[in-house]
Nanobody
């Protein structure tokens, strides 16, 4: 599975961005997808995940209520809508994929990773 994340950039605090992650996988509709992020000087952390059908999602407490993960299986793409952005959301954001029956929050459970996209929240 090859993944390509896009949509990062510079945004002011309180602003919004939408990240996209496209997969070149014909069985995308059977793959669970996750977003992770790594801030400067910190370890990579879980942000959000969505099950293969789109019917179940999971979020880190730090983004709950501000970020929304969704997917379009017809386009082999998963999205991360980020609203009310804060400076502490500044990080490189990665999308990842795994095959399973439940949503997973541990990066160790995800064997497939895309190259990251940088999000900078600053005035």
């Amino acid at each position: 599975v090859q993944l390509q994340a896009s949509g990062g950039g510079l945004v002011q605090p309180g602003g919004s961005l939408r990240l996209s992650c496209a997969a070149n996988e014909r069985t995308f509709s059977s793959i669970n997808m996750g977003w992770f992020r790594q801030a400067p000087g910190k370890e990579r952390e879980f942000v959000a995940a969505i099950i293969w059908s789109g019917g179940r999602t999971n979020y880190a407490d730090s983004v709950k209520g501000r970020f929304t993960i969704s997917r379009d299986n017809a386009k082999n793409t998963v999205y991360l809508q980020m609203n009310s952005l804060k400076p502490e959301d500044t990080a490189v954001y990665y999308c990842a994929a795994e095959v399973g029956l439940v949503i997973r929050r541990s990066q160790n459970e995800y064997p497939y990773w895309g190259r990251g996209t940088l999000v900078t929240v600053s005035s």
